[in-house]
């Protein structure tokens, strides 16, 4: 079946500092990408998606590639902000037959930014 | 924008005891879930359904039984708590022309002893 591996956390960065979470998938299909983020207390929200290889997400200062040739789609930020201390969950959905009911998640990241 | 409410928000259940979390949508989404979150583990799938009626298993069904009386209403059914069963637990809907963008409501903290 399909599964998502990214980074186990936690991680701490200082304000200002570079992000990367890497996200590394398997699936027999043709999937859609989607990196979710979670704030204490709140549920799981979508942060962006990108349903096509080769392709890039954006949200929010958050980058991210879609890279079917290496299986990834690693989490990127050029300067981390204290708001952005969350947890962030890889996750896929494949398009097989029009089975797009359901998503595979990663283990998820848990964010830490000091000031 | 979609909203997807579930109570209780927080529950302490006895070992053995039954147990029901409600969800609510008003979104006219097709799809309900119920997953479950686990330091460790992440999110995983117990149950979903797509049309009002009818449920189907997850990942994790084991201990878990759902139930959709309605297109708004997805119910998660614990007939006998168990301790393994402590967790936080979400709810979530989308359809099928949302890309499968999930829309998730805040948890259910369910603690049991």
């Known amino acids: 079946g399909d599964s998502v591996t990214q980074t186990e956390g936690p991680v701490t960065l200082s304000e200002g500092t570079s992000l990367t979470v890497n996200c590394s998938y398997e699936?027999?299909?043709?999937?859609?990408l989607f990196w979710y983020v979670q704030y204490p207390g709140e549920g799981p929200q979508l942060l962006f998606k990108?349903?096509?290889?080769?392709e890039k997400g954006s949200s929010r200062g958050f980058e991210a590639t879609y890279n079917k040739e290496a299986t990834s789609f690693h989490l990127q930020k050029a300067s981390v902000q204290e708001s952005d201390s969350a947890v962030y969950y890889c996750?896929?959905?494949?398009?097989?037959?029009?089975?797009?009911?359901?998503?595979?998640f990663g283990k998820g990241t848990l964010l830490t930014v000091t000031p | 924008e979609a909203a997807v409410t579930q109570s209780p928000r927080s529950k302490v259940a006895v070992t053995g005891g039954k147990v029901t979390l409600s969800c609510h949508q008003t979104?006219?989404?097709?799809?309900m879930y119920w997953y479950r979150q686990d330091t460790g583990h992440g999110l995983r799938l117990i149950h979903y359904?797509?049309?009002?009626?009818?449920?189907e298993k997850g990942d994790i069904p084991d201990g878990y039984k759902a139930s959709r009386p309605s297109q708004e209403n997805f119910s998660l059914i614990l007939e006998l708590a168990s301790l393994s069963q402590t967790a936080v637990y979400f709810c979530?809907?989308?359809?099928?022309?949302?890309?499968?963008?999930?829309?998730f409501g805040e948890g259910s903290r369910l603690i049991v002893v």
């Open positions: 979104n006219n989404h097709d799809y």
């Open positions: 979530a809907s989308n359809n099928r022309g949302l890309g499968n963008t999930l829309y």
């Open positions: 359904s797509y049309v009002a009626d009818s449920t």
């Open positions: 990108v349903p096509k290889a080769n």
């Open positions: 699936t027999k299909q043709y999937p859609t």
């Open positions: 996750a896929l959905s494949d398009h097989s037959g029009g089975s797009n009911y359901k998503l595979t």
